[in-house]
């Protein structure tokens, strides 16, 4: 049997999920509305609308004018003290005067994931994972421990053999 979640108000946090009354189903349980969210994929800002993974860009001041920016432009936000430094795509940075915490906030969680306490990464630009780095625009950036393992879980991998770069493998023979 399949649950399903009543959502009231787009403004109501408590949010109640309801499964149909059956024998071997327990009562409904309120679920916390920050989880809730996590596991919507959304993320809250006091006093923001939520951010979301369909939200496309989002505006940063730049001299006297906002610009759009698209999320996917942004390889990997980096923490500098109280100020956040965004790396882009073809190389270029942009310093914003809010902490990484903050600005993590205003991004959907979705596409972002934090992978240190110095760094939130955009996962569609993910080349690869080596120990405890991955590599992401060229850049090596460290994963901290606590969040390997909910990071892992976010991919599917598949194991092959392990050839040397001038090995190729070998050829099936055909039976005929």
Same mark, same amino acid.
């Given at each position: 049997?399949? +649950?399903?979640?009543?959502?009231?108000?787009?403004?109501?946090?408590?949010?109640?999920?309801?499964?149909?009354?059956?024998?071997?189903?327990?009562?409904?349980? /309120?679920?916390?509305?920050?989880?809730?969210? /996590?596991?919507?994929?959304?993320?809250?800002?006091?006093?923001?609308?939520?951010?979301?993974?369909?939200?496309?860009?989002?505006?940063? =001041?730049?001299?006297?004018?906002?610009?759009?920016?698209?999320?996917?432009?942004?390889?990997?936000?980096?923490?500098?003290?109280?100020?956040? *430094?965004?790396?882009?795509?073809?190389?270029?940075?942009?310093?914003?005067?809010?902490?990484?915490?903050?600005?993590? /906030? @205003?991004?959907?969680? +979705?596409?972002?994931? =934090? *992978?240190? @306490?110095?760094?939130?990464?955009?996962?569609?630009?993910?080349?690869?994972?080596?120990?405890?780095?991955?590599?992401?625009?060229?850049?090596?950036?460290?994963?901290?421990?606590?969040?390997?393992? =909910? *990071?892992?879980?976010?991919?599917?991998?598949?194991?092959?053999?392990?050839?040397?770069?001038?090995?190729?493998?070998?050829? /099936?023979?055909?039976?005929?």
């Amino acid at each position: 049997m399949i +649950g399903y979640l009543l959502l009231r108000d787009h403004n109501d946090y408590n949010l109640i999920p309801l499964a149909r009354p059956g024998d071997d189903q327990p009562e409904p349980q /309120r679920i916390p509305a920050d989880a809730l969210h /996590r596991l919507l994929g959304l993320t809250l800002s006091a006093g923001s609308p939520a951010a979301s993974p369909w939200h496309e860009a989002l505006f940063i =001041r730049r001299n006297d004018a906002y610009v759009k920016v698209a999320y996917d432009e942004i390889l990997w936000l980096e923490a500098s003290r109280s100020y956040c *430094i965004l790396h882009f795509g073809d190389g270029h940075e942009w310093t914003v005067s809010y902490p990484l915490a903050e600005v993590a /906030r @205003r991004f959907p969680c +979705g596409r972002f994931l =934090r *992978i240190h @306490r110095s760094f939130l990464v955009n996962i569609r630009h993910i080349d690869s994972f080596a120990g405890n780095q991955l590599l992401i625009g060229g850049r090596y950036l460290p994963i901290g421990l606590q969040y390997k393992e =909910r *990071i892992l879980a976010c991919f599917d991998f598949l194991k092959t053999e392990n050839k040397g770069p001038d090995e190729k493998p070998s050829a /099936r023979k055909k039976a005929f």
